[in-house]
């Protein structure tokens, strides 16, 4: 990509920054809508930073209403979908309570897998808010379970690479397994308070707690059950056999509430974890980890879903305890993608149980983000769907066709038309009254200055897909002419496109002989994976791997590997 081409699409994202911001753009937001939609520019990165400083300070120096009729004027696509997107955000209700420049949220994942379509949702819209709010976004990786959610050590740096490709920036970064003093530190003053306690019954404690009933040492002084607590440290229990509970209600009439269990030891010999190792044998649990983080990190608001409301009332036990002020808590419905499987769970199973038969955890038949990603879908088009859903408490299922339409319009602008044809014919060409032609066709109907020149002669033959290889059919091969097949010939009948549009004439992609790079196009549907065998005109070795392209008559794909002449291409959507 020239200068010229790059200077005009950081202008469009600064100005589509600007007016989303109130007049104000930044170049960390116009970097990250470039590389994501343009990942072939990443190792560019330094030198195309400097210039979106440049055009960024321009634009910035507009007034307000110049930036709105430049945005509109110059970038029709941008102005459109912002539009759209401004109607999606006017669905994120204020936040209760909320004080500009005070707003603290955080997106806090489990590093055991890679994120999915339903993980975005509250990175999206926690990191929207912050934005809206002027407030601060933590990122908190929270992996206290090596023993049953074993965090992987290489998914801290994917869900990172994954976030930044979908326009998710934050100010913080927190890993919870390297903040274990702090958990154990609030344990010793849960304990002090009277309001924790050390359970060292086993198994018999749950048991208890079913009945109504406790472990006796519910009833000891802080002091014993502190030096119980040290005893669970210096590894005197096995893990199994104490526990640290919160004082609840025994009796509630939900069991999972009744002295839930804030601390307990996990054999990390056995399970060691990819960050510490076999350092520590007690853990917090989810619900104590989250309650003492939140509280320390200061976050105001916590959104995430309604499957959590639950594990709200159990913090709020911890607040209660320790006399903190607790946050704001927002719970929305879950999110599901029509078509792909979104469970964690099912991911690894198929991985592990048919490993030759899927691609990893980007397989674009998966509706991880790095699987979306890799089908071709832009980081734009979700963060649009995902504020158009918005916060609202009830189930979301998002039709494929709904993506695929946000998607769509993003590409339209930026994906280069490329002709390839499928099951090809081949067929010789005899021009008339010339001996040669040549076909000059833009890349994009938008930039019409960008185009390739391709020279046929007669006798040269063209490949055409044998639905529109029919004897006796007229047609116009696209940017060339027009012609009749006859006796396997294409014979010109007239060169002009006027004579085409009387006619009525269909105009079909085609490919030269001798020039064309072979090529396999992959679809995903659900979770089959068709295989389909084609030939592209030589201008597709223009682009490398992560280019974005529409197959004219076929659809948008997205170059996923180029080995030995080979194009392999991902379709995307019609």
């Not at 209700?93 to 994120?115: H, M, S, T, Y």
Request: glycine residues 8%; charged residues 30%.
């Amino acid at each position: 990509m020239g200068s010229e081409d790059l200077e005009r699409l950081l202008l469009g994202y600064a100005l589509r920054d600007a007016v989303k911001h109130g007049g104000r753009a930044s170049v960390g937001s116009v970097m990250s809508m470039l590389l994501g939609d343009y990942p072939e520019l990443r190792s560019r990165a330094r030198e195309i930073a400097s210039l979106a400083a440049r055009v960024v300070e321009q634009v910035n120096r507009m007034p307000a209403g110049e930036q709105k009729r430049l945005l509109s004027e110059q970038y029709p696509e941008l102005a459109r979908f912002e539009e759209q997107r401004e109607k999606g955000d006017k669905g994120l209700p204020p936040l209760p309570g909320a004080v500009e420049g005070r707003v603290k949220l955080r997106f806090a994942p489990n590093p055991d897998f890679v994120i999915h379509m339903g993980n975005a949702r509250p990175a999206i819209v926690n990191h929207e808010y912050a934005r809206m709010y002027r407030g601060r976004m933590v990122l908190r990786f929270e992996d206290t379970d090596p023993r049953t959610k074993t965090p992987l050590r290489e998914a801290y740096d994917l869900i990172r690479q994954d976030l930044k490709w979908l326009g998710v920036s934050w100010d913080e970064e927190y890993i919870q397994s390297l903040r274990m003093e702090v958990f154990y530190s609030v344990a010793r003053r849960a304990i002090e308070r009277g309001c924790a306690y050390v359970d060292n019954c086993g198994r018999e404690g749950k048991e208890l707690l079913s009945r109504g009933e406790y472990c006796p040492t519910r009833d000891l002084s802080p002091e014993d059950n502190l030096e119980l607590f040290e005893k669970m440290l210096e590894g005197e229990f096995y893990e199994g056999e104490a526990v640290v509970r919160m004082k609840t209600d025994p009796r509630h009439p939900n069991p999972s509430l009744r002295d839930w269990v804030a601390m307990r030891i996990i054999d990390t010999e056995k399970h060691p974890h990819p960050l510490v190792g076999s350092r520590y044998l007690v853990w917090p649990t989810y619900n104590f980890a989250v309650s003492v983080d939140d509280h320390m990190m200061e976050i105001t608001h916590v959104l995430r879903g309604k499957e959590h409301q639950l594990n709200t009332e159990k913090q709020l036990a911890v607040y209660r305890c320790m006399g903190w002020r607790p946050p704001y808590f927002i719970h929305f419905g879950r999110l599901k993608l029509e078509g792909f499987i979104l469970s964690k769970s099912k991911i690894r199973k198929l991985l592990e149980e048919r490993p030759g038969e899927f691609m990893g955890y980007d397989d674009p038949r998966f509706g991880t983000i790095a699987g979306l990603r890799r089908r071709g879908v832009l980081a734009e088009a979700i963060r649009h769907i995902i504020l158009e859903v918005g916060v609202k408490p009830t189930d979301a299922t998002i039709s494929w066709a709904n993506l695929a339409a946000a998607n769509r319009k993003l590409l339209d602008e930026r994906a280069d038309r490329i002709m390839y044809v499928e099951d090809p014919v081949e067929m010789e060409v005899e021009l008339a009254q010339v001996e040669c032609r040549a076909a000059e066709i833009p890349f994009h109907p938008n930039r019409p200055q960008r185009k390739r020149r391709i020279t046929v002669c007669t006798g040269d033959k063209v490949l055409l897909t044998r639905e529109d290889a029919v004897e006796g059919r007229q047609l116009r091969l696209m940017g060339l002419s027009n012609f009749t097949i006859s006796q396997g010939i294409l014979r010109e009948v007239d060169p002009s496109l006027e004579y085409a549009r009387r006619m009525r004439l269909p105009i079909v992609q085609w490919v030269k002989k001798g020039g064309e790079a072979r090529v396999e196009v992959l679809e995903p549907v659900e979770l089959e994976l068709r295989r389909r065998q084609g030939y592209a005109e030589d201008a597709i070795r223009g682009y490398g791997v992560d280019s974005h392209l529409q197959f004219v008559r076929y659809g948008f794909v997205r170059v996923d590997s180029v080995e030995d002449g080979v194009y392999r291409v991902i379709y995307t959507h019609k």
